[in-house]
């Protein structure tokens, strides 16, 4: 069964650096997008940033610009967030998606565009 397995969380000081990759497992197929979001408990789900697949256009919530940044390898079908200068307020579960249909009903920056998810994988900043 095919499923999006995350890596790279951890625990780090305000001001340092993580890297958090996501690739799929199983059969390799098509991806249109693949996006990073993440959640705190108790409040709802929020976007962090999304790259499209062909042309590799790039998003971002505008609490990471200019300290994180996403990448992607279509050949490994896989995805990166290289986050950097981060703040005990990106605290949170990381989660990987991945858009497999290209529907385009909705921004990526919407989690309803995203068909396929990871599990997920904590990152702590301490202050």
């Known amino acids: 069964q095919d499923e999006l397995v995350e890596s790279g969380g951890g625990l780090v000081q305000a001001g340092g650096s993580l890297t958090l990759s996501c690739g799929f497992s199983?059969?390799?197929?098509?991806?249109?997008?693949m996006g990073w979001f993440r959640q705190v408990s108790g409040k709802e789900r929020e976007f962090v940033a999304a790259i499209t697949w062909r042309n590799g256009q790039k998003d971002y919530a505008d609490s990471v610009k200019g300290r994180f940044t996403i990448s992607r390898d279509p050949r490994k079908n896989t995805v990166t967030l290289q986050m950097t200068s981060l703040k005990p307020d990106d605290t949170a579960l990381y989660y990987c998606a991945a858009d497999s249909r290209g529907w385009r009903e909705y921004s990526l920056r919407d989690a309803r565009s995203y068909d396929y998810w990871g599990q997920g994988t904590q990152v702590t900043v301490s202050s």
């Open positions: 199983g059969r390799a197929f098509g991806t249109y997008a």
